[in-house]
């Protein structure tokens, strides 16, 4: 039986594979990057958990990360594009369907990723922070 982290992380990457990029989960950046564009689901910290009592419940804001990456010539369009598409998706359901408390994304740092031979990237790591609540840590 996966944990609650597991299946809000599960669930966040379907939503995510659901958009005309190609979505990856915990993979390293391959050689080539699709026309789509690329995200890489990280499933980054869940931090230090608040704790209630009577019930013992652990409340966690949890930090994912997703690695959007573009190539091509209108690169700054494209990268545009992706990161609004990916804020509607989040927005279209900020429980992801009751599986967590919310669900919210914070602005993107973009950079420009040169390679050797051809055009550059632009790439940018999107926090987004999943608040959810367990009874056990580890569970």
């Avoid at 669930?11 to 659901?18: E, F, G, K, M, P």
């Avoid at 279209?92 to 420009?112: F, H, K, M, N, Q």
Wanted: charged share 20%; glycine share 6%; aromatic share 4%.
């Amino acid at each position: 039986m996966p944990t609650p982290r597991e299946t809000i992380l599960t669930a966040l990457h379907a939503r995510l594979s659901a958009l005309p990029a190609t979505a990856l989960r915990g993979e390293v950046l391959p050689e080539r990057v699709p026309a789509v564009g690329l995200l890489i689901l990280r499933d980054g910290e869940p931090g230090e958990p608040e704790v209630t009592l009577s019930p013992l419940r652990y409340h966690y804001q949890h930090r994912a990360e997703i690695e959007a990456v573009v190539r091509g010539t209108d690169r700054d369009a494209s990268f545009d594009t992706l990161t609004a598409i990916i804020g509607a998706a989040i927005a279209a359901d900020r429980t992801l369907s009751g599986l967590c408390d919310w669900i919210e994304a914070e602005a993107p740092r973009p950079v420009d990723l040169p390679v050797e031979g051809a055009a550059s990237l632009k790439a940018a790591v999107i926090p987004v922070v999943l608040h959810y609540s367990t009874a056990d840590p580890l569970a």
